[in-house]
């Protein structure tokens, strides 16, 4: 298709999506975007023209990065059996998977940019709602890819400290989201079925 197709193929809303995205928080953080450019243009416009050079270069430099974290998110299916990654992480994991995934979370690098499609990936190919949010806060909590700057700040003691509260705060929390999610009112809110 050429793009001169799907421009007469496109309706407004389509373009809508094309410019502000399909879901709203997307749409917030581009209007926001919008909002305070024409702010900065209109008060300063040397800052703004500065701040959107440094946004522009700062894109560029990650372009691979978020590319290569969205190809990967999307080979997921390819790469991971449902029925593997279910006997995993899945909801007949038990507590293992959920602990097995806050783990596999921290060892994710990158930022949330990378991080986020992947973690979306396999929780389509069947991981459980308790096993993905534990995936996200494994990540934040103990994040081994920020242990080379910690390291470049501070002692490798406290860095070390740092991981090992982080993996143990992690298993707790594990251990507390499969707990809830077995309750009546927890396994209600802790799954996709909304």
């Given at each position: 298709?050429?793009?001169?197709?799907?421009?007469?193929?496109?309706?407004?809303?389509g373009v809508i999506d094309l410019v502000f995205g399909r879901?709203?928080?997307?749409?917030?953080?581009?209007?926001?975007?919008?909002v305070v450019y024409a702010w900065l243009a209109l008060s300063d416009p040397a800052t703004a023209q500065a701040s959107?050079?440094?946004?522009?270069?700062?894109?560029?430099?990650?372009?691979?990065l978020i590319l290569a974290s969205l190809l990967i998110a999307s080979a997921i299916e390819t790469l991971l059996p449902r029925d593997a990654l279910a006997g995993l992480i899945g909801d007949g994991a038990g507590a293992r998977g959920v602990i097995l995934s806050g783990l596999i979370g921290g060892l994710l690098p990158g930022g949330p940019y990378?991080?986020?499609?992947?973690?979306?990936?396999?929780?389509?190919?069947?991981a459980s709602y308790p096993a993905m949010l534990m995936m996200l806060i494994g990540y934040s909590l103990i994040g081994l890819g920020r242990v080379p700057f910690g390291l470049a700040f501070f002692g490798i003691e406290i860095v070390i400290a740092r991981v090992?509260?982080?993996?143990?705060?992690?298993v707790v929390l594990s251990l507390l989201v499969y707990a809830l999610a077995q309750t009546d009112i927890g396994g209600r809110v802790l799954s996709f079925e909304q």
């Open positions: 298709m050429s793009l001169r197709e799907w421009i007469d193929g496109t309706d407004l809303f879901q709203w928080g997307q749409r917030i953080v581009v209007i926001g975007a919008i959107a050079v440094s946004g522009v270069g700062t894109f560029v430099q990650m372009f691979t990378a991080t986020y499609p992947i973690i979306r990936g396999v929780a389509d190919r069947g090992v509260i982080a993996v143990g705060a992690t």
